[in-house]
């Protein structure tokens, strides 16, 4: 008993000077996250005169209905660290492909609700995000293999031929592909 107690007091006191040896993350202007940490004194800075351009490859869906897909709020999270970094929106040139289960975050609402008995979580988010200049893309390919009407889309998202067409062509225009 006395051991784990002088652990515990161990881990307890560490634990403080540990977090102090980075900075605390910074809110970015999309909200919704847990901020960005700014590294100092890193190898590879953010540069507000480099264009940024990067296809998100989105396929899976969410582990909680009620919240956020992950890969949003990770799209979200390179907006956020760009612009705490002076990097202008405009060269900030972000994609996402949305195919597979993931294809339920662009629902409307209606659709969203009736699927699965909540009001789409993802709706705020992606507001944000497309104002920040994100395109929405989803598989048109799916879409015909689920008969999922253009109707059940929010207004965002743009139906593409096909998933890997985008990813071929817009890595071909100079995008990297960043996968799920």
Same mark, same amino acid.
């Given at each position: 008993?006395?051991?784990?107690?002088?652990?515990?007091?161990?881990?307890?006191?560490?634990?403080?000077?540990?977090?102090?040896?980075?900075?605390?993350?910074?809110?970015?202007?999309?909200?919704?996250?847990?901020?960005?940490?700014?590294?100092?004194?890193?190898?590879?800075?953010?540069?507000?005169?480099?264009?940024?351009?990067?296809?998100?490859?989105?396929?899976?869906?969410?582990? +909680?209905?009620a919240k956020p897909l992950g890969r949003l709020?990770?799209?979200?999270?390179?907006?956020?660290?760009?612009?705490?970094?002076?990097?202008?929106?405009?060269?900030?040139?972000?994609?996402?492909?949305?195919?597979?289960?993931?294809?339920?975050?662009?629902?409307?609402?209606?659709?969203?609700?009736?699927?699965?008995?909540?009001?789409?979580?993802?709706?705020?988010?992606?507001?944000?995000?497309?104002?920040?200049?994100?395109?929405?893309?989803?598989?048109?390919?799916?879409?015909?293999?689920?008969?999922?009407?253009?109707?059940?889309?929010?207004? +965002?998202?743009?139906?593409?031929?096909?998933?890997?067409?985008?990813?071929?062509?817009?890595?071909? +225009?100079?995008?990297?592909?960043?996968?799920?």
């Open positions: 008993m006395r051991f784990a107690i002088g652990t515990t007091m161990i881990l307890v006191a560490a634990t403080p000077a540990m977090a102090a040896n980075w900075p605390a993350p910074t809110p970015g202007p999309i909200t919704g996250t847990s901020g960005y940490v700014q590294i100092p004194d890193v190898a590879v800075p953010r540069d507000p005169r480099h264009v940024y351009k990067a296809l998100f490859d989105v396929t899976k869906g969410p582990a +909680d209905k709020v990770g799209i979200a999270g390179q907006y956020n660290g760009l612009a705490l970094g002076k990097v202008p929106v405009a060269n900030m040139q972000f994609a996402a492909i949305f195919h597979g289960p993931s294809v339920d975050a662009i629902l409307t609402d209606e659709a969203y609700r009736a699927k699965h008995g909540v009001a789409n979580p993802n709706l705020p988010l992606i507001a944000q995000l497309v104002k920040m200049g994100l395109k929405i893309y989803v598989c048109g390919q799916f879409m015909a293999a689920t008969d999922l009407p253009r109707s059940a889309l929010i207004k +965002d998202a743009q139906v593409a031929e096909g998933a890997t067409l985008v990813m071929i062509r817009m890595v071909n +225009d100079g995008y990297a592909l960043i996968g799920d």
